[in-house]
């Protein structure tokens, strides 16, 4: 079984900073892929940033510039630096993971969720 657990969430003002962690543990062979989406009140779950194994990233336009996806191979562990947060950041954050087993099974895992809130 495999298990993502995100952190870092919270209350920010416009302009501030937060940085959200997703661990991944469990009987892991391979990370494969490793994105961040959001979900605001009212709206579709949209991809905000991804990370392949190479390295290679992606964003969505609304945040090009002022987040960064990073990650961390020797803990399975993916970063979301974000900058410059606007109110209509506010959503709940969701890590997702291609993950390959160690009985060599690959599907895609879902965190729990961490929310973030950018008000004065």
Same mark, same amino acid.
């Given at each position: 079984q495999v298990q993502l657990v995100e952190s870092g969430g919270g209350l920010v003002q416009p !302009? !501030?900073? %937060?940085? $959200? @962690?997703?661990?991944? @543990? !469990? @009987?892991i062979f391979r990370i494969n892929s +490793? &994105?961040? =989406?959001r979900q605001a009140p009212g709206k579709e779950r949209e991809l905000v940033a991804g990370i392949r194994g190479v390295g290679s990233t992606n964003y969505a336009d609304s945040v090009k510039g002022r987040f960064t996806i990073s990650r961390d191979n020797a803990?399975?562990? *993916?970063? %979301?630096? +974000?900058? @410059? $947060?606007?109110?209509? &950041?506010?959503? *709940?954050? =969701?890590?997702s993971a291609g993950i390959t087993t160690k009985v060599l099974m690959t599907r895609t895992y879902w965190g729990q969720g961490t929310q973030v809130t950018v008000s004065s």
């Amino acid at each position: 079984q495999v298990q993502l657990v995100e952190s870092g969430g919270g209350l920010v003002q416009p !302009g !501030g900073s %937060l940085r $959200l @962690s997703c661990a991944a @543990s !469990g @009987s892991i062979f391979r990370i494969n892929s +490793m &994105d961040w =989406y959001r979900q605001a009140p009212g709206k579709e779950r949209e991809l905000v940033a991804g990370i392949r194994g190479v390295g290679s990233t992606n964003y969505a336009d609304s945040v090009k510039g002022r987040f960064t996806i990073s990650r961390d191979n020797a803990k399975n562990t *993916v970063y %979301l630096q +974000m900058n @410059s $947060l606007k109110a209509e &950041d506010t959503a *709940v954050y =969701y890590c997702s993971a291609g993950i390959t087993t160690k009985v060599l099974m690959t599907r895609t895992y879902w965190g729990q969720g961490t929310q973030v809130t950018v008000s004065s």
